[in-house]
């Protein structure tokens, strides 16, 4: 375990909220405490660590050290853990990770790039975990599609240089304009359906996936 840089204090250190993964707690954790992107508060929390092990990857599954995390923001380590999609492996091109007790092919969610509601960023300020799904398409609440491109630059929006609210480009992502859906036709939310559903759609997604 590495030794914690007591000398830094977040100024606002929020609690994790259910409906988020590590990801978008980071997001917010970086908004609330006005730093660009979450790939500079990373840079805070952990000054050590190696830059191209962490590269693009994934703070939704938990590579980072957590008791830094939990030391920074004043969160019991159980609390943080339950945010995180632990990798079975570190780096490789072959990573799963675990879900529900069970591992599955790290390209399942959006582990490089976001998806998000405008409405739901808009009035939760949250990201949540259920976005994070390749096979949820869209908002149920809403009743629109979620949205994977910028709709200022057209790029995707990264995890590392994104803030909560914001594109790297500057857009803000509630202002991005919605696209109705029909959740028979355009998909379903995973996180809302039953366990034994969640794995049926998974082992299908991933039987199908090229």
């Not at 599954?61 to 945010?83: C, M, R, S």
Request: contains cysteine; hydrophobic residues 35%.
């Amino acid at each position: 375990m590495n030794t914690p840089h007591t000398e830094l204090r977040l100024l606002a250190r929020p609690k994790p909220d259910q409906a988020e993964h590590l990801a978008g707690y980071l997001l917010r954790l970086t908004d609330v405490n006005c730093l660009r992107h979450s790939q500079e508060l990373c840079q805070l929390l952990y000054p050590e660590a190696d830059t191209t092990a962490r590269a693009s990857l994934i703070p939704q599954v938990g590579i980072y050290d957590l008791y830094q995390l939990a030391n920074h923001t004043g969160q019991p380590i159980e609390q943080l853990e339950k945010l995180t999609r632990p990798l079975d492996v570190r780096v490789g091109r072959i990573r799963q990770f675990e879900y529900q007790g069970k591992h599955w092919p790290l390209s399942m969610i959006r582990y490089k790039y976001r998806a998000w509601c405008p409405q739901c960023l808009k009035t939760k300020g949250r990201q949540l975990s259920s976005w994070d799904w390749h096979i949820t398409t869209y908002c149920p609440e809403h009743q629109v599609l979620l949205l994977e491109y910028c709709p200022a630059c057209s790029k995707r929006v990264s995890w590392r240089h994104s803030s909560l609210h914001r594109c790297a480009c500057g857009a803000e992502l509630a202002r991005a304009a919605s696209t109705s859906a029909t959740a028979a036709i355009d998909g379903f939310n995973f996180e809302a359906l039953p366990l034994d559903m969640q794995h049926r759609y998974m082992a299908l997604a991933y039987l199908s996936h090229p």
